[in-house]
């Protein structure tokens, strides 16, 4: 079965630091992707970026990196130099071929950035 | 343009009302995703189509019914409201190859449904 786990529901940090939201899955599928959303007070989904199961490098996408340790089956999401407006819920998310056509979610990290 | 787009934003209805949300997707994908995110902010899939064809549906009560009449669009039939039934509902799309790149889902701006 195929899972993900987002075990922080809160965090805080302060504008300009940088941040990391913790995601660990599970999946015996050799290939699969994992994704990083966010969702701000105003409800809609936002794609932030993409790690392959066979990608070498770590992604980057802007002030967001992905940590991808594979043998740890974690994707934790870097977002460096904090802004006020990154504060909203962040979704870590996964699919896999064996899953079938759907991206599943975990629980959501709600993040607060402090002036 | 908006790339997924579902219809109404809100819907407010009484218990025991029949009400359908519709959804449409310009980006070419052929794979169609409903979501129900739950109050607690829980994002579950509720099914998935591709190419028109059902590939997922994840154990939803048969009062949910999609039909997806082309590629382009997923729409979602609700029978008998439940106030359970209450959530944001999600519309997505995406390219039908799992887990590669360029297959993130694009999601429609939501339709929060209270049922009263």
């Known amino acids: 079965a195929q899972k993900i786990t987002q075990t922080q529901p809160g965090m805080f940090v302060q504008e300009k630091e940088a941040v990391t939201l913790d995601c660990t899955y599970d999946t015996s599928d050799p290939s699969y992707g994992l994704f990083w959303y966010k969702q701000p007070s105003s409800g809609e989904m936002i794609f932030l970026i993409y790690?392959?199961?066979?990608?070498?490098q770590n992604a980057t996408e802007g002030r967001y990196s992905l940590n991808f340790q594979k043998a740890r089956k974690s994707a934790n999401l870097v977002i460096s130099a904090s802004q006020l407006g990154d504060s909203a819920m962040y979704f870590c998310a996964m699919s896999a071929y064996t899953g079938g056509f759907k991206t599943i979610f975990g629980a959501g990290t709600r993040l607060f950035v402090k002036a | 343009d908006t790339a997924v787009s579902q219809t109404p934003k809100y819907l407010v209805t009484q218990m025991g009302n029949d009400k359908s949300i519709k959804c449409e997707q310009n980006l070419g994908h052929d794979t169609m995703y409903w979501y129900k995110q739950d109050s607690k902010k829980f994002l579950k899939i509720m099914f998935s189509?591709?190419?028109?064809?059902?590939?997922i549906n994840e154990t939803v009560p048969n009062r949910f019914s999609p039909k997806s009449p082309d590629k382009a669009h997923l729409n979602l039939h609700i029978n008998s409201l439940e106030l359970g039934d209450s959530a944001v509902y999600f519309c997505?799309?995406?390219?039908?190859?799992?887990?590669?790149?360029?297959?993130?889902?694009?999601f429609g701006q939501g339709t929060r449904l209270t049922v009263v």
């Open positions: 997505a799309s995406s390219h039908g190859i799992v887990g590669g790149p360029n297959t993130e889902a694009f």
């Open positions: 189509y591709n190419n028109k064809e059902l590939i």
């Open positions: 790690q392959g199961s066979y990608d070498q």
